[in-house]
């Protein structure tokens, strides 16, 4: 519970902190790389992220940032939301990852640097088969060769950043 808990409490941390905005900012660089490439890139990183947070928290900073970078990419936003949030599952290398990982490390037979070894590679694995599978039969199943309609139309009308939502922390009085 504790683990679930402090996960939906990062992520309205992260989100109250302006952290999600500032994670899109960083993604400026995605949008100059074919997709494939990207899809990949950001399954690692989220890969990478989860290990250290719980999925819930991983997955509700990212899922927004990612629909506004496919629609920036001109993708359809599934194509990067469904890597990403089967990516966010792939938490196999430390034992602070879920409560499951928690669990088998606390029964003395476990050592990290075999978690980590070992969920590394399994990490890889996910990581690659999960995009070919994005790339290959997922695009028939989710039609994820077209950019939907109501894209178009949030694209001309993308919301700003709030000033409920500025850190002013470093603000003069």
Known sequence: MLLLGGGFAMAKGCEESGLSVWISNQLHP???????????LITAVIAFFTEFASNTATIIIFLPVLAELAIRLRVHPL?????????????????????????????????????????????????????????????????????????????????????????NSFKTL
């Open 30 to 40: 995605l949008e100059n790389m074919p997709p494939t490439l990207a899809v990949l």
């Open 79 to 167: 194509y990067l939301m469904i890597p990403g949030t089967v990516g966010c599952s792939y938490a196999f290398m430390l034992p602070v990852s879920t409560p499951p990982n928690s669990i088998a490390f606390a029964s003395g037979h476990l050592l990290v640097k075999d978690m980590v070894r070992t969920g590394f590679l399994m990490n890889l694995m996910g990581v690659f088969l999960l995009n070919l599978a994005i790339n290959t039969w997922a695009q028939t199943i989710f039609q994820l060769g077209t950019f939907p309609d109501w894209a178009h139309n949030h694209s001309t009308t993308v919301t700003k950043l709030s000033s409920a939502l500025v850190n």
